[in-house]
């Protein structure tokens, strides 16, 4: 490079000809050119490039085009970072960077390049910084192997955290933890044990020889392995001590010298697999011993035989040094020892004794069922009398129990301390189990042949009294009044009393051995065979069945009362069925008549009540209206308010009867909507207060998540206040507690029949007083129209059925649960709603006002010529543009011509074939946006809002009920139209 130097024609860059160099710049290129360092010298403001042989070699190809070019033309892919570099190193400062890495263009594509640089500036003669000398190590291969060593590092440390076996890497001869994976901290417990030695972290360890182990393979260097080893980890908190079974190796770790530095331990944990095989030991060995037990006591035919066998061989088989058998006494406090084993020269434990004196918790243990394992006496259960008298300092006691209760003990003694194992303790107790059923059945084998030779001694005396109690029943059932017929389990006629015989004028002969479905009693009634059928097969299953039949046999059409009852035998089989059978023709006749009267009685009272109430109420209209045109006659016209006022009373008079009526057939119109129940009956609270008086004290329980309902809000409103006012009036004078309650409930099937509804999900309402209660001739009533138990001139009578017409009409229903001085309970029951209540919809309806029209056109349609003339008046004075119809068809005509119609306000019931609704359908076909308000007096299609025949109510339609206030026809139109 010194001779390319020379070579050069520096007179063409920013440097000029050698020998104008100054020296600054000589000694600084004299300085590169001897570096073994590759070295490059920027000068001046353009970075002029000035470099040695070794940075020839770092910058490659490139280094011959760089020679007196600036920085950023030598290397124009990071002008940035020698832009840097220059600004720093011309101010005089100094850079440096460790493993930096560029993407450098050296060899005619971009590569990565690591490298150490050096930046310091150079000075010319006035000691200003004049250039930066660049010193570059390319560490870029020394980069990559680390990288190398550390992924490989990475990977050898990945399998070591997830290796199946225990690892860990002892250092020095303290064998100082430097390296554990997850295998082995679960063997140790989950110690910490980094950094410590084996002596500081597993002080169990060292106990149990595996110290000594490691000191000798650290100091001959040989590998230490073991199979199936022993390795008793600590006791944890509650003082268990694990034991584990382990496969491992020591395996000596050198260093290059070959000098021992450390330890690697590696091994797996056997334990399932060592308990596995020595469970099967133990299970095979247990086998055997149990089937010796069986051989040895099986062919015994004496139950203290058995237990002195069983014993034996249990105290033989296990090396205890006593095992006996005792039976539990009758109140369970006290046991006799019948027999038992004892090693010679031991004491004898034959007797009676006390359970108590074992204490009360190993008393309470065995009547449990659970068998009491003493390992230590003296440590376990200090001062136990019996144990100590008998030098017992280890026992398992087995408790024998049947039908949950403590019966016989077989008890196992040895003389020292012991650590019972599992395997043990279950051959104790399988042993002791099987023995004890042996003992059980010979003493019930015992028992039955002394039952069967007393039996045998009855059985001759009981047979002559069965065969008198055989006639004694025949002659019972030939001379019962009711129709009595034996039958198999199947069906079949077994036997047939007289008097069932008489009522098909037949002999036992005809129907004996017939199925009982196809005798003459069933066969000439439709139906009647299937239920008979229906009716054995539940029989036969054990259930008793009632029928009430109306049959047409050969003497006659008759009702009768059948009952058909299993017989069963001593084993709770049934053997046979009875049917019995009363005749209750007059009976039913008699109820017939009963509930024609009574409803004769029903319709003359009702009649008689709508006449009584309905002459007052035209009595108060007409006499009113009368003075009031006498007076105007008069030219009286002072204190006419009054007389309108006494009409105006008596027509809402009468329109409320009506609709209490129209309540109870269920023919109201109503605007259901989706309500919730409860809150409904939160804002109703205070008026209930007010209504009920201060006397009443009034509890109101909700149920969380209650069901919506789809009602008519209003209406139960006014139901919820009926029952509440008749609740008062039951508790008056001295008043009670009013209680309110709602929940949801689900009515089945059994439901549907005892209440009358579909089956289903309903919302019950329920209004509880603790009056005086209802007897039952008064509670079959209560829903009777003008039925009441109050005192004339204080109810009409009509409270409780507008309640129960408007809980069927809403597809639900009422019921009343009530007793004589035990207060009332009224139930509603709503079908619940599917869907979601929006808070924003007043279940209310539009608050009334006095609107005023904008000149748009009505259409009146009402067969009523006085009705619909006022209904014009009004609206023309509203200021609407009114067209009028009396029938459907010349409304009709109106509609297809084409004048103008802002709404159509009709009657639901019109002459001439054609009702509202219909006129209201035809006309949206050619005006589909029009609006319709229907006026109705009567629901006789279908409620309001719900589909029916002539269809539920569509967007732009509305309801009104006749009579109606002349301010709510003209809000209802304005809000139409709005």
Not at 33 to 58: K, Q, R
Not at 89 to 114: C, F, I, K, P
Not at 559 to 586: C, H, K, Q, W
Not at 918 to 933: E, K, N, Y
Request: net charge negative.
């Amino acid at each position: 490079m010194g001779d390319r130097i020379r070579a050069f024609d520096w007179s063409s860059t920013p440097l000029g000809p050698i020998a104008g160099w100054s020296p600054g710049l000589v000694a600084a290129t004299a300085l590169l050119l001897h570096s073994p360092t590759a070295m490059v010298l920027l000068w001046g403001a353009e970075g002029t490039m000035i470099h040695n042989d070794a940075y020839a070699m770092f910058a490659g190809e490139r280094h011959l085009d760089q020679l007196g070019v600036g920085v950023h033309t030598g290397w124009p892919e990071v002008v940035e970072f020698n832009t840097h570099v220059l600004r720093t190193g011309l101010a005089g400062g100094s850079l440096q960077y460790r493993d930096h890495l560029m993407r450098l263009n050296r060899t005619g594509t971009l590569e990565d390049v690591w490298m150490d640089l050096s930046y310091s500036p150079t000075f010319d003669e006035a000691g200003r910084p004049a250039g930066v000398l660049a010193m570059i190590v390319d560490t870029t291969a020394t980069v990559l192997a680390r990288r190398r060593i550390a992924a490989e590092h990475g990977r050898l440390e990945q399998l070591f955290e997830q290796s199946p076996t225990f690892m860990a890497l002892l250092s020095g001869p303290e064998h100082r933890f430097e390296l554990v994976n997850p295998g082995y901290r679960q063997l140790i417990g989950h110690r910490e044990v980094i950094g410590l030695t084996m002596v500081e972290a597993l002080p169990d360890a060292v106990t149990q020889g595996y110290l000594a182990l490691l000191d000798e393979v650290y100091r001959s260097g040989e590998p230490y392995s073991a199979k199936g080893a022993t390795y008793m980890v600590e006791p944890n908190p509650d003082g268990h001590v694990d034991e584990r079974v382990i496969d491992f190796v020591f395996q000596p770790i050198r260093d290059a010298a070959g000098m021992v530095t450390g330890i690697f331990v590696e091994g797996a944990d056997v334990t399932d697999r060592a308990v596995a095989e020595r469970d099967l030991r133990d299970s095979e060995a247990r086998l055997r011993f149990l089937d010796q037990l069986g051989e040895r006591t099986v062919p015994l035919g004496d139950a203290d035989a058995i237990m002195a066998v069983t014993t034996e061989l249990i105290a033989m088989h296990l090396g205890a040094s006593r095992c006996v058998y005792a039976d539990i006494d009758a109140d369970g406090e006290g046991c006799k020892v019948g027999g038992g084993w004892v090693l010679p020269g031991g004491v004898p434990l034959d007797g009676r004794h006390h359970l108590i004196d074992l204490g009360a918790a190993a008393v309470a243990l065995l009547r449990a069922g659970e068998p009491l394992i003493v390992g230590d006496a003296t440590v376990e259960m200090p001062g136990t009398a019996p144990f100590e008298a008998l030098g017992v300092r280890a026992s398992v006691c087995i408790p024998l129990i049947r039908n949950g209760r403590l019966h016989a003990l077989l008890a196992l003694h040895d003389a020292k301390p012991r650590r019972w194992s599992t395997a043990e303790v279950l051959v104790i107790r399988q042993a002791a189990m099987r023995s004890w059923a042996l003992v059980e059945r010979v003493r019930a084998e015992a028992a039955l042949r002394d039952l069967n030779a007393t039996l045998e001694a009855r059985v001759a005396e009981r047979a002559a009294a069965v065969q008198q109690g055989e006639q004694t029943i025949r002659t019972v059932f030939e001379n019962s009044f009711m129709d009595q017929t034996l039958l198999s389990t199947t069906g079949e006629v077994v036997y047939v009393n007289a008097t069932a015989l008489a009522g098909i004028e037949a002999v036992s002969a005809d129907v004996i051995g017939r199925p009982f479905a196809t005798t003459p009693w069933f066969a000439a009634t439709p139906g009647a065979p299937d239920q008979v059928r229906a009716g054995i097969a539940r029989a036969a299953a054990g259930d008793s069945v009632r029928l009430h039949l109306a049959l047409d046999l050969p003497t006659g059409a008759r009702v009768y009362d059948y009952s058909l009852r299993p017989a069963f035998d001593g084993a709770g089989n049934v053997v046979a069925i009875v049917s019995e059978a009363i005749e209750i023709t007059a009976r039913v006749r008699a109820e017939d008549a009963l509930r024609q009267a009574q409803k004769m009685e029903a319709v003359g009272q009702l009649t008689g009540g709508l006449a009584h109430d309905f002459n007052n109420l035209l009595a108060a209209i007409s006499g009113n209206l009368e003075l009031l045109e006498r007076r105007i006659a008069q030219g009286r016209i002072d204190g006419l308010a009054r007389y309108i006022d006494g009409a105006t009373q008596g027509a809402r008079r009468a329109a409320a009867l009506t609709q209490r009526l129209l309540a109870f057939s269920r023919r109201q119109t109503l605007d259901p909507r989706p309500t919730d129940a409860d809150r409904l009956i939160a804002d109703m609270t205070d008026l209930i207060r007010q209504s009920v008086g201060p006397t009443v004290a009034l509890e109101i329980a909700t149920t969380e998540k209650l069901w919506p309902i789809n009602v008519d809000a209003s209406q139960l409103e006014n139901a919820l206040l009926n029952l509440c006012v008749n609740a008062r009036d039951a508790m008056a004078p001295d008043g009670g507690c009013l209680r309110i309650r709602t929940d949801n409930v689900m009515l089945g099937e059994g439901d549907v029949l005892r209440r009358d509804v579909a089956a289903g999900e309903y919302v019950r309402i329920s209004v509880i007083d603790g009056g005086a209660g209802m007897p039952p001739e008064v509670m079959q009533r209560a829903f009777d129209p003008f039925f009441t138990t109050k005192p004339i001139g204080h109810g009409t009578g009509l409270g409780l059925s507008m309640v129960y017409g408007f809980a069927r009409q809403s597809g639900g229903q009422v019921r009343i649960e009530s007793a004589e001085g035990q207060g009332t309970t009224i139930c509603l029951c709503l079908p619940r709603f599917h869907g979601t209540i929006d808070p924003a919809v007043d279940a209310a309806g539009p608050v009334v006002t006095d609107e005023q029209g904008a000149g748009e056109t009505v259409l009146v349609i009402d067969d009523e010529p006085v009705l619909r003339a006022l209904i014009v008046e009004v609206l023309v004075e509203a200021g609407y543009r009114v067209l009028e119809a009396g029938d459907g068809a010349e409304g009709l005509r109106l509609l297809e011509s084409g004048a103008r119609i802002d709404l159509l306000v009709t009657d639901v019931g019109l002459p001439g074939g054609m009702n509202g609704r219909q006129v209201a359908d035809a006309a949206r076909l050619s005006r589909p946006a029009l609006r319709v308000l229907f006026i109705t007096g009567f629901a006789d299609i279908a409620a309001v809002g719900q589909a029916g025949s002539w269809g539920g109510l569509e967007p732009g339609m509305g309801v009104l009920t006749k009579p109606f206030p002349v301010a709510s026809l003209t809000a209802k139109i304005r809000e139409m139209l709005d």
